[in-house]
C-alpha cells in the first residue's frame, strides 16, 4: 500500500513527461512546459529548476503575478533555430501571442549570454505583454525594460563592434525614438544601435525619475494612453523634452577624449602596426636604394 501511495504522489508531483513527436520531449509542471530534443533532456530539467525563481523576481519588480504558463522551446543548433525565427542575428524570441520563448541553445555558453539571464529576459517579454493588455506597448520601452531586468543582456548577438551609441553620439546620428515604437531596423548595425538606444534610454529615464517610474508609464499604457501621454502623466514632462535631456546628457558624458581614452588599446595597437609598415618600407627603400648605388658603381674594363 506504501508503495502504491509513494507512486502516485511521485505522479502527481513529478513535472509531466511526454513524447510530442517522434523527436520532440515535452517536460511540463503547473508553472512552465518545455520542449527539447534528447540530447537537450539535461537543460529542459535546468529550464525547470530556474523558472520559479526568474518568475519571481519578475513578479517581484512589477508587483504584479505571472498568471500565464508559458512555453520554452529549446532548440539545439543554429541552423535550425534561424530557419524556425527568420529575425535576425538574436539567440531566442518571445512570441507573446502564443506565451512561447524560443531559445537558441548552441548560443547559451557564448559571452555574454547564459540560459538564466535569456530565459529572464524574454519571460520579461512576455510579461509585458500580458501586463499592458490591450495597450500599445513600444518596442524601446518593451527592450530597454528586458535589458535593465536581465542584467543589461538583450537577445541580439554583439558582433566585433560594441562601442555603436557612442559613435552615434559623436557623429550626431542617434535613431528618433518616435521611430523606434512599432519595429527596430533590419539592418544589423542599425538593429544593434536600437537595442543601445533603447537600454540607455531606459536606464537614464529610471536614474532621473526613480525605479518606478517605467511602471507607471506601462500603467498608463495598459489604460489605452499612446506614449508621449503615458510619459506626460507619469513623469510631467514632454516626450520630446525627455529625449532631448536624454541625448543632452549622452553628448556631455560622451566626448571624443572619453572614447579615444576608452578605446586606448585599440588605438595604440593600429597605431604600433602603422609604425611597423612604416619601417618596413623605409626599410625596403633603403635596401633598394643600395643595390641600385651597387648596380651603378664604375667597373674599371
Known amino acids: 500500500m506504501k508503495t502504491i501511495l509513494s507512486l502516485i504522489l511521485i505522479v502527481i508531483f513529478m513535472p509531466a513527461l511526454c513524447a510530442a513527436d517522434d523527436t520532440t520531449i515535452?517536460?511540463?509542471n503547473r508553472h512552465v512546459t518545455v520542449q527539447f530534443e534528447k540530447p537537450l533532456t539535461k537543460v529542459a530539467?535546468?529550464?525547470?529548476?530556474?523558472?520559479?525563481?526568474?518568475?519571481?523576481?519578475?513578479?517581484?519588480?512589477?508587483?504584479?503575478?505571472?498568471?500565464?504558463?508559458?512555453?520554452?522551446?529549446?532548440?539545439?543548433d543554429r541552423g535550425s533555430f534561424q530557419n524556425m525565427i527568420h529575425s535576425g542575428p538574436v539567440v531566442a524570441v518571445a512570441i507573446s501571442k502564443d506565451n512561447l520563448i524560443i531559445i537558441d541553445n548552441s548560443k547559451m555558453k557564448t559571452r555574454?549570454?547564459?540560459?538564466?539571464t535569456t530565459l529572464k529576459h524574454e519571460l520579461c517579454h512576455l510579461f509585458l505583454h500580458q501586463y499592458v493588455e490591450n495597450g500599445e506597448l513600444p518596442r524601446w520601452l518593451n527592450e530597454g525594460i528586458c535589458q535593465n531586468i536581465s542584467d543589461g543582456i538583450a537577445e541580439i548577438m554583439?558582433?566585433?563592434?560594441?562601442?555603436?551609441?557612442?559613435?552615434?553620439?559623436?557623429?550626431?546620428?542617434?535613431?528618433?525614438?518616435?521611430?523606434?515604437?512599432?519595429?527596430?531596423?533590419?539592418?544589423?548595425?542599425?538593429?544593434?544601435?536600437?537595442?543601445?538606444?533603447?537600454?540607455?534610454f531606459v536606464e537614464y529615464i529610471e536614474s532621473k525619475f526613480g525605479n518606478e517610474s517605467t511602471v507607471h508609464i506601462l500603467n498608463y499604457l495598459r489604460e489605452g494612453h499612446d506614449i508621449a501621454a503615458s510619459i506626460?502623466?507619469?513623469?510631467?514632462?514632454?516626450?520630446?523634452?525627455?529625449?532631448?535631456?536624454?541625448?543632452?546628457?549622452?553628448k556631455r558624458n560622451i566626448t571624443w577624449l572619453t572614447y579615444l581614452s576608452s578605446n586606448i588599446y585599440q588605438i595604440l595597437f593600429v597605431m604600433a602596426a602603422l609604425f611597423m609598415v612604416y619601417g618596413f618600407i623605409r626599410f625596403w627603400i633603403r635596401k633598394r636604394n643600395y643595390k641600385d648605388d651597387d648596380d651603378d658603381e664604375y667597373i674599371p674594363d
Open 232 to 250: 506626460q502623466l507619469a513623469l510631467s514632462v514632454p516626450f520630446g523634452n525627455l529625449e532631448k535631456d536624454w541625448k543632452n546628457k549622452l
Open 112 to 116: 555574454p549570454f547564459s540560459l538564466g
Open 45 to 76: 530539467e535546468t529550464v525547470i529548476k530556474l523558472y520559479p525563481e526568474i518568475k519571481s523576481e519578475i513578479e517581484k519588480t512589477f508587483q504584479a503575478d505571472i498568471n500565464f504558463i508559458p512555453t520554452i522551446r529549446l532548440i539545439k
Open 26 to 28: 515535452t517536460i511540463n
Open 158 to 200: 554583439i558582433g566585433e563592434n560594441k562601442n555603436l551609441l557612442k559613435q552615434a553620439v559623436l557623429s550626431g546620428r542617434l535613431l528618433p525614438m518616435n521611430s523606434l515604437e512599432r519595429r527596430f531596423p533590419p539592418e544589423d548595425r542599425p538593429l544593434l544601435l536600437a537595442y543601445e538606444q533603447s537600454k540607455s
